[in-house]
C-alpha cells in the first residue's frame, strides 16, 4: 500500500501531509542548529566520505561503498567504515567488527562489508563514536560512512548520494506521505550523484550492477546462476523487486518469488520450508550473511559489483585522494 502512495501515482498520499509537513520542520530544524553551530559536529583528523541517499529503501548504496573501498584499497590507503548497523544489536557500543561478530549485534550490512572487503569496521548509533574507535584502534587515511548523509552530527568532507534510476524520489514527498528523508534540492549540494540503472540526468554518474555467479552459502562452491534448478527466489533487501527483475532478466528458472522486510532476521525454521528436496533457494548476499551458521547444501546466493562508467572514476576518486593528501600532510 505505501509503495503505491509513494511510487504508484496513489493521491491518498495527501491524508499523511501534515505529518510530512512536521517531519520537514523538525528535520530542517535539526540541520538548521548544526549549521548555526547551535549543535555540535564533531571533526576527525581524517577524510570522511559519506554515501547516502535521500531516500527510504533500496537503492544500492551498499555495493556502492564495497566498490569505493575496494578501489581505494588497491591504491594503497587504509579504508575504514562506519555504520549505524540497522537490524543489529549490541550490548554496547561503538562495536568494533571481527570475525566473531554476528550480524544480530552488527546488522547485516556492516557484516557484509566487513567479510567481502576486510576493511575495519565500526558500528554505532552516533558514528561519530564509530569512527573515534576505529581512529584508536588503528591508523586510517579515510573513513566511509554507509548511510547517515542526515547524521550532521559527523562531519564530513565528501558526500556522494546514491538514487534509484528506475523509481527515482517517487511524489516527492517527505515521509511519510513520500519516501523523502531530504527534499530532491539536497542533490545541488553533494559532490556526486550515482544512479542506480535508468537514465542518468546531466551531471549524474549512471551505474550497473553486475551479478557474478552465484556461491553455495554452505561450501562456498560458485557456478553460472542459469544453472541452478528449481529456483525459489529470497529477498530481505529495501526493494526486493530489483533482485527478482535481475534474475528474470538473466533467464534464471525462477519458480517462486519471496520477499522479506529489509534487515529481517532469519531462522532455520523460517527459511527451510521454502523450498522442497528439489528446489534451490537463491538469495542476495545481504540475506546470506545471516544465514550462514544454519544454512543447507540448497541454498545460494548472487553477489553483485557496481559497475561505474570508467571516465567518472578518476574524477570521483581524485576528490577523496586529494583529501586524504590534506590530512596526510
Given at each position: 500500500m505505501i509503495n503505491r502512495i509513494w511510487f504508484g501515482g496513489s493521491r491518498w498520499y495527501w491524508l499523511l501531509l501534515p505529518f510530512s509537513w512536521l517531519y520537514g520542520l523538525i528535520s530542517g530544524l535539526i540541520k538548521l542548529g548544526f549549521r548555526l553551530g547551535w549543535r555540535n559536529v564533531r571533526h576527525f583528523p581524517v577524510a570522511v566520505v559519506v554515501v547516502g541517499n535521500l531516500t527510504v529503501g533500496g537503492n544500492g548504496k551498499t555495493p556502492v561503498v564495497l566498490w569505493l573501498v575496494e578501489q581505494l584499497q588497491r591504491r594503497g590507503w587504509r579504508v575504514g567504515v562506519v555504520s549505524r548497523g540497522y537490524g543489529g544489536r549490541s550490548d554496547h557500543?561503538?562495536?568494533?567488527?571481527?570475525?566473531?561478530?554476528?550480524?544480530?549485534?552488527?546488522?547485516?550490512?556492516?557484516?557484509?562489508?566487513?567479510?567481502?572487503?576486510?576493511?575495519?569496521?565500526?558500528?554505532?548509533?552516533?558514528?561519530?563514536?564509530?569512527?573515534?574507535?576505529?581512529?584508536?584502534?588503528?591508523?586510517?587515511?579515510?573513513?566511509?560512512?554507509?548511510d547517515?548523509?542526515?547524521?550532521?552530527?559527523?562531519?564530513?568532507?565528501?558526500?556522494?548520494?546514491?538514487?534509484?534510476?528506475?523509481?527515482?524520489?517517487?511524489?516527492?514527498?517527505?515521509?511519510?506521505?513520500?519516501?523523502?528523508?531530504?527534499?530532491?534540492?539536497?542533490?545541488?549540494?553533494?559532490?556526486?550523484?550515482?544512479?542506480?540503472?535508468?537514465?542518468?540526468?546531466?551531471?549524474?554518474?549512471?551505474?550497473?550492477?553486475?551479478?557474478?555467479?552465484?556461491?553455495?552459502?554452505?561450501?562456498?562452491?560458485?557456478?553460472?546462476?542459469?544453472?541452478?534448478?528449481?529456483?525459489?527466489?529470497?529477498?530481505?533487501?529495501?526493494?526486493?523487486?530489483?533482485?527478482?527483475?535481475?534474475?528474470?532478466?538473466?533467464?534464471?528458472?525462477?519458480?517462486?518469488?519471496?520477499?522479506?522486510?529489509?534487515h529481517q532476521s532469519y531462522g532455520l525454521d523460517r527459511l527451510v520450508v521454502l523450498t522442497t528436496t528439489h528446489?534451490?533457494?537463491?538469495?542476495?548476499?545481504?540475506?546470506?550473511?545471516?544465514?550462514?551458521d544454519f544454512a543447507q547444501p540448497n541454498w545460494w546466493y548472487l553477489p553483485v559489483n557496481a559497475q561505474l562508467p570508467p571516465d567518472a572514476i578518476p574524477w570521483l576518486l581524485a576528490s577523496i585522494e586529494h583529501k586524504i593528501h590534506h590530512y596526510n600532510q
Open positions: 557500543y561503538p562495536l568494533l567488527l571481527d570475525t566473531t561478530t554476528t550480524t544480530g549485534q552488527a546488522g547485516d550490512e556492516p557484516v557484509l562489508i566487513f567479510q567481502r572487503t576486510g576493511a575495519a569496521v565500526a558500528v554505532s548509533p552516533r558514528r561519530a563514536d564509530a569512527v573515534a574507535a576505529l581512529l584508536a584502534h588503528q591508523p586510517l587515511d579515510v573513513i566511509i560512512t554507509d547517515g548523509l542526515q547524521h550532521y552530527a559527523l562531519g564530513r568532507d565528501i558526500e556522494w548520494v546514491v538514487v534509484d534510476g528506475l523509481r527515482r524520489f517517487g511524489n516527492g514527498w517527505w515521509l511519510p506521505a513520500g519516501p523523502m528523508r531530504e527534499r530532491a534540492g539536497r542533490l545541488r549540494s553533494v559532490d556526486a550523484v550515482i544512479v542506480n540503472g535508468g537514465t542518468a540526468l546531466p551531471d549524474e554518474v549512471l551505474m550497473q550492477l553486475l551479478p557474478g555467479d552465484a556461491v553455495n552459502v554452505l561450501s562456498g562452491q560458485t557456478c553460472p546462476v542459469t544453472e541452478l534448478p528449481a529456483v525459489v527466489a529470497m529477498a530481505g533487501i529495501g526493494y526486493p523487486a530489483r533482485f527478482f527483475a535481475t534474475l528474470r532478466a538473466l533467464g534464471v528458472n525462477v519458480e517462486r518469488e519471496v520477499s522479506f522486510a529489509d528446489q534451490t533457494l537463491l538469495m542476495t548476499e545481504k540475506d546470506a550473511v545471516k544465514c550462514r
